[in-house]
C-alpha cells in the first residue's frame, strides 16, 4: 500500500506467527493481571466496609482514631508476610502505610462529624485569624456553638462570654498574656479557658492569673494548612482542674491528635531548642543566600534531592507571616543566650576551617555521631523516604 508520507514504510511490518503467539500470551497475562487488580480492589473496598464499622464502634465509645501500637503490630505483621512471598518488605510496608492512613483520614473526617459536647458554646477569640478560622470549621463541623470575638468585638464581650463552655485564645503571640486579662472579668467561672500560643508559660500564667476556673494551655504543632489533624501533635500543658478539661483533650484525640502533656516550663525549654536555634538558622541562610544574590532556580537545576529538601525548608519559612517567628526567636532573654551559645559554636566551627584542621573536624563528627546514636539510621531512613518521595512526585 503506498502512503502519502514519503516518511512512512509503505506498509507497517506484520507480525510473524512467534510474534503472534507472544501476543497472545501477553494479552493472557495481562487478563490475569486485570483479575487480580480487580480483586486487590474489591478487598480494599471490603477493609473499607469494615472499617466503617470500627468507626461505628469508636463513635459509639469515643475512642480515638490513632492506636499507634496496633499499626505497627500491622505493619511488621505484613512485612514479614510478605517477605515469606518474596516480596520486599518496604514495599509492602509503604502500601500499608498509604492503606492506614487513608483508613484514619477518614475515620477523622467521620468521627470529626460528632463532637465530644456537641452543642456546647466555644468562644473563639481571635476567631478571623489564620488558626481561628481553621478551629473555627472544625468545631462548627462536630456541631459546636460558635462564636468569634475579635479585635473589634471587645465592646461586646459580655454577651459573647455569656454561657460558654470553652474560651480559645488564638490571637498574636505578644498580645496573649493581655488579652487574657481582658478576657477574664468575662468569663463564666466553670469554662474552660485556653490557648493554643507557641510559647507555654507566660500565657498560662496570665490564663491562670485571669480565670479562677478550668485552665490548659495548648500548642498545635501545625498550622492552618494541615487538611487534617491525622497524627497531628498537640502539646497540652496542664493549668487547673484538668479533669474539667478533660473532654477538649478528648476532641482533639477524636479528631486524629496524638496528645503530648508537659509542663509549660518544660515545653518551653524544649521548643528552644525545636524551634528558635531552628528558625534563626533557617532564617539567617535564606538571609545569607539573598544577601549573595544566588541564583536559586539555576542551584535548583543542579542540587541533589537532599539539597533540594532543604532549600524546601527555607523558602517555606519566608511563605509565612514574620511574626510568627520573631514572637518565637525573641521570646525571652533565655532564648537570646541559647542563641548567643549557637553563634559561639559556629564561631569555633569557622576557626577549625580558617586552621584547616580536618583531623578536628573527623573526631569532632565522629563524637557527634556517636551521639546521635540510633537516632542516625532512624533520620537516614526517614530522609531517604521523603527524598524518594519528592523524586517520585516532581
Ligand atoms: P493571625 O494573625 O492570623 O490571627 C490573629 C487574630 O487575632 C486576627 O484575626 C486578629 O484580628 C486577632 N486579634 C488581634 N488583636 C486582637 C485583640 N486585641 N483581641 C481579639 N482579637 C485580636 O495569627 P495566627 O497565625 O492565627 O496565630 C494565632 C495563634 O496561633 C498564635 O498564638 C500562634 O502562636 C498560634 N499558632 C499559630 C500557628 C500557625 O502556623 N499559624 C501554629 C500553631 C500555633
Redesign the pocket.
Known sequence: METDNPKQPASLPTLNPVDNSIKRELETLRRKLDIIDQKIVSLLAKRHAEVERVVALKKAHNLPVYHPAREENLISHCRNQGAEAGLDPDYIEELYRRILRQSRVEQTARLARKGVRAGATVLL????????QYFHKWFADAGYQVRI???D??SNADKLCHGVELVII????E??TE?AGRLGPFLPIDCILT????IKERPLNAMLEAHQGPVVGL??L???TTSTMDKQIIVVTPGRDMSACRWIIDQFNAWGCIILQVNAEKHDEVMSIVQTVRHFATFAFGQFLFHKQIDLSRTLEFSSPIYRLELGMVGRLFA??P??YS?IIFASPKRLALLKDYLASLSNNLAMVEKGDKEMFNVEFKKIAEWFGPFSEQAMRESTYLIDKLIERF
Open positions: 477569640v481571635g476567631g478571623l485569624g489564620s488558626m481561628g470575638l475579635d479585635r468585638d471587645w488564638s490571637v498574636p503571640i498580645i496573649t488579652v490557648d493554643i500560643t507557641s500548642h498545635p501545625f498550622g492552618p509565612q507571616d511574626s510568627l514572637e
